[in-house]
């Protein structure tokens, strides 16, 4: 069937070319504008309790509208944020605001008279300006809000909240972008050069990425119109393009000039190419695309949305490295070792000969492992193993504004929100309590005001806000139920003007006919693992009687059903992963044991790189080295979204690796030559493919968000980890250890593999087309 299709596209290369060039440059557009289609929320199960609550609000509260948050600092020493002067220069600079049609209202110290709106040093202030429109809308209004805004001199304003967060996040990530490329590209360029010894040869993985990439950010930004996706999509879904679509032309690339070597014409170097690497492509394609597509499991956006766009991503690069490339390849026929600096090459390497002296090493090696594999594999997996062990102490945490590096202004205010005003006040946890009766008599008020009072004691809740938390103005004693039953069943006009106005408006924020909501004050910042411990603990508190159903919200309680809710699915997210990827293997190598084993040496490659994940991004070792600020936590779904990558990633070294070492185990019958054989041929494709993708990887480490930061430098780790370790000491040494237990299946199983006939048999004439008659 492969070879087939490459004798397909070969005989139909300039329409193919043509195709896929049009495909390509019609994508371009749509491409250029996918970073304004992504979010930076998806954190929210929209089965989750929170999700019910912020739903609740929206509806029942008239919640669900967005708002920015802008904060006030004076340039003079020891500024009174309260005095007539400083709040004076917060109306001048909000004064054009107010009149702006998509503003509903700007609300601060000087409309409510509230600290909470006032730094705990006294020497800054903040206001809310709300809005007509979803978070989502607000993004567009950024700059036109900003742009009204005109701080007198001496005063500053910056603005933060979604709409700011997400546009600077966005802006972020594409010079991320931008500076990986910059980065990865040249040094790729000089792997390939150093591969191949000829630069033509070299351009053909870098041409292919350059079309795949393009129509899958394309496919991407159709995609998010659709639903949500994570802005962190756009970086992920490039850190793969680049390295897989470089590493899949490398392996069909490198296959055709080996088939051109042998005397093969173009056609049949073509054919052969397409049969034998680009099956093992295809294969290790669909073994990363359904690793990602472990995301789908999960239920928050954040997380789903990469696994689809990475899917995307993956298939595109083998749908242009099967079409594309092999056109490309048929057209140009010899010429694609034009150029050559084979010479320089050789000269750099050291030796004489291109091939035969790097290649015995590899052999060499490859039999002195298999000489002695338990004294090679033991001290090997006790190595990973201690590696690995930091990844015992992982906790983790749904990131904030604070990921972001200082100096970007939205981060700062956040920050400044966080950690400079009286904590929690920006970020309560949100309670709705559903009254057995009418939230404002008596019984119901004392129901609410016990559970009130129950959560105070709740560690780590400062306080508790609500409608029925009063103060006797004659005795300075908090109301009891009654007295308060009584205020909000006083007619209109019976209290004074502003006591009336006061109990109004608490019963327009708190209170909607049976459900009464509560704010608990936390100190504890909310993304920490901290500060989403409060959550359970304020779910374990049993309703008193007149109480028929709490219902929790709030940022922390999202971070928690997030987690919660990642952990519930992450059995199933792994288990149908590895599961899919051993089913895979199995209809490619037609052995029970190549799958098994498979998975095992894919995880302990994790473990390395899972294990550098908590050791420096979450205990902040290498901090200064790696340019970030620690933030005591791993970022929540940043292991999850490894593991699906990697899970993938790996298995396109064990395609190919395995694929030459069965090819010459069905040649010759023997399989410690048979290992050593492939081991050798596979060296220099699989070692340049490697250090690509270490390089793009390595190059995302330049990040400034931590985010994709520590994704980078994990993957980067564990492709080398695999590469290396896994690829050069542990393959051969179990191999070695299995004997012909390697190519066993059960009866049944092994006729069904048979019966598929996807397993390869290097050379077989019968597939090879005649040369097609020369056309002009």
């Not at 492509?281 to 359904?290: D, E, K, N």
């Not at 997996?381 to 990131?399: E, N």
């Not at 009866?747 to 097609?772: K, Q």
């Amino acid at each position: 069937m492969f070879s087939r299709w490459g004798a397909f596209v070969y005989r139909r290369r300039r329409i193919v070319l043509l195709a896929m060039l049009l495909l390509a440059a019609g994508a371009a557009p749509l491409a250029a504008g996918t970073a304004g289609q992504l979010s930076s929320g998806g954190w929210l199960d929209r089965n989750s309790e929170s999700a019910t609550v912020a739903s609740r609000l929206e509806r029942e509260f008239g919640g669900g509208r967005s708002a920015f948050i802008v904060l006030f600092r004076s340039d003079a020493p020891g500024a009174d944020a309260r005095s007539d002067a400083f709040q004076s220069a917060i109306a001048t600079t909000v004064a054009a605001v107010k009149s702006d049609g998509r503003v509903t209202g700007v609300t601060g110290y000087a409309e409510t008279h509230d600290d909470r709106f006032i730094s705990v040093a006294g020497d800054a202030a903040y206001v809310v300006i709300g809005l007509n429109m979803t978070d989502d809308e607000s993004v567009g209004a950024v700059d036109a809000i900003h742009a009204r805004l005109a701080p007198p001199a001496g005063y500053s304003a910056a603005m933060t909240g979604f709409g700011p967060i997400q546009k600077d996040s966005a802006a972020l990530s594409e010079k991320d972008l931008q500076r990986a490329e910059t980065v990865s590209l040249p040094i790729a360029a000089l792997v390939l050069i150093l591969v191949f010894s000829s630069i033509v040869a070299a351009g053909m993985p870098l041409v292919v990425a350059g079309l795949a990439i393009p129509f899958s950010l394309a496919i991407i930004n159709l995609l998010a119109r659709q639903t949500e996706m994570s802005i962190y999509v756009l970086n992920i879904a490039t850190m793969l393009g680049l390295a897989l679509a470089i590493d899949y032309s490398l392996f069909i690339t490198s296959r055709f000039r080996e088939e051109l070597a042998k005397g093969r014409s173009t056609e049949q170097a073509v054919t052969i190419a397409v049969g034998t690497a680009g099956k093992a492509v295809l294969f290790s394609g669909v073994a990363v695309a359904i690793g990602l597509s472990g995301l789908l499991w999960f239920r928050a956006s954040a997380l789903s949305s990469i696994g689809l766009g990475g899917a995307v991503v993956v298939l595109s690069s083998v749908v242009f490295a099967l079409t594309f490339l092999p056109a490309l390849l048929g057209v140009l026929g010899p010429r694609v070792n034009a150029l050559s600096i084979g010479g320089l090459v050789r000269r750099i390497r050291g030796g004489s000969s291109p091939a035969t002296p790097r290649q015995s090493r590899w052999e060499r090696m490859a039999l002195a492992v298999m000489r002695r594999p338990l004294a090679v594999l033991v001290p090997v997996l006790v190595v990973l193993f201690i590696a690995g062990s930091p990844f015992f102490r992982l906790q983790q945490g749904v990131p904030d504004a604070s990921i972001f590096p200082a100096g970007l202004s939205s981060r700062d205010a956040w920050v400044a929100l966080m950690r400079e005003f009286r904590a929690g006040e920006t970020s309560p946890i949100t309670i709705l309590a559903d009254t057995s009766r009418t939230a404002t008599d008596t019984a119901s008020i004392q129901a609410v005001m016990d559970y009130g009072a129950s959560l105070a004691k709740v560690d780590g809740i400062a306080r508790v806000e609500g409608p029925f938390t009063l103060t006797d103005p004659s005795t300075g004693a908090a109301m009891g139920a009654a007295q308060v039953a009584q205020l909000y069943a006083a007619p209109a006009g019976s209290l004074p003007p502003q006591l009336e106005a006061a109990v109004a408006a608490l019963r327009k924020a708190y209170i909607r006919n049976g459900v009464v909501r509560l704010d608990a004050i936390s100190p504890l910042e909310p993304a920490t693992p901290a500060g989403t411990a409060v959550v359970p603990r304020i779910r374990a508190v049993a309703a008193p009687a007149g109480v028929s159903k709490i219902q929790v919200g709030g940022v922390a309680a999202i971070a928690d059903d997030f987690l919660a809710s990642q952990n519930d699915r992450l059995p199933w997210a792994i288990g149908t992963t590895l599961l899919a990827s051993a089913i895979i293997l199995f209809l490619l190598f037609g052995s029970l044991a190549i799958p098994l084993k498979a998975v095992v040496m894919t995880l302990l490659s994790l473990s390395a790189s899972f294990g550098a994940l908590v050791w420096i991004f979450q205990e902040g070792n290498l901090h200064e080295v790696l340019n970030f600020n620690p933030i005591g936590f791993t970022i929540a779904g940043n292991p999850i979204i490894m593991f699906a990558v990697l899970i993938g990633l790996s298995m396109d070294y064990e395609v190919l690796l395995l694929s030459r070492i069965q090819e010459s185990y069905r040649r010759t019958g023997d399989n410690t030559a048979a290992v050593a054989e492939g081991l050798a041929k596979t060296a220099g494709v699989i070692t340049g493919a490697a250090m690509i993708m270490v390089v793009v990887f390595s190059s995302f480490a330049l990040a400034d968000v931590i985010t994709i930061k520590s994704i980078g430098v994990g993957m980067a780790l564990a492709v080398f980890v695999d590469a290396t370790i896994v690829r050069v000491l542990l393959v051969p040494a179990t191999m070695r250890l299995l004997g012909e237990w390697n190519w066993w299946a059960p009866g049944i199983l092994g006729r069904l593999a048979d019966r598929l006939g996807f397993s390869h048999v290097e050379d077989d004439e019968a597939h090879i087309p005649e040369p097609a008659p020369a056309t002009s």
